[in-house]
């Protein structure tokens, strides 16, 4: 039986838009290890499942893919939703003593 994990999709560090976050993504585990080549020293196998990865819109659509084509699955747990903390400007300067 083929093994896969389902993580929830996370914010890319490179950009600051959240478009894409949110959505969960199935990643199949490596069948074999990876050596490496010879001639580049690169590290690879001959698993070409590692490159597919599906993208689903809920954790339930990408359990129910797993059943009805026969994976075993285990849910990964990302990180929990950064607090996202709401201030003005003016809030920098409290505390200041701007006397001349």
Same mark, same amino acid.
């Given at each position: 039986m083929t093994h896969v994990r389902i993580r929830q999709r996370i914010k890319s560090s490179m950009q600051s838009g959240r478009a894409r976050e949110g959505g969960w993504v199935l990643e199949f585990e490596p069948a074999e290890a990876q050596r @490496?080549? @010879?001639?580049?020293?690169?590290?690879?196998?001959g698993d070409t499942r590692a490159q597919v990865r599906l993208s689903f819109p809920s954790l339930g659509a990408a359990k129910a893919y797993c059943e009805q084509h026969g994976l075993s699955y285990h849910v990964s747990v990302g990180e929990m939703e950064p607090k996202v903390k709401l201030q003005a400007y003016a809030d920098n300067f409290k505390g200041v003593d701007i006397s001349f």
């Open positions: @490496p080549d @010879p001639l580049t020293g690169w590290a690879g196998s």
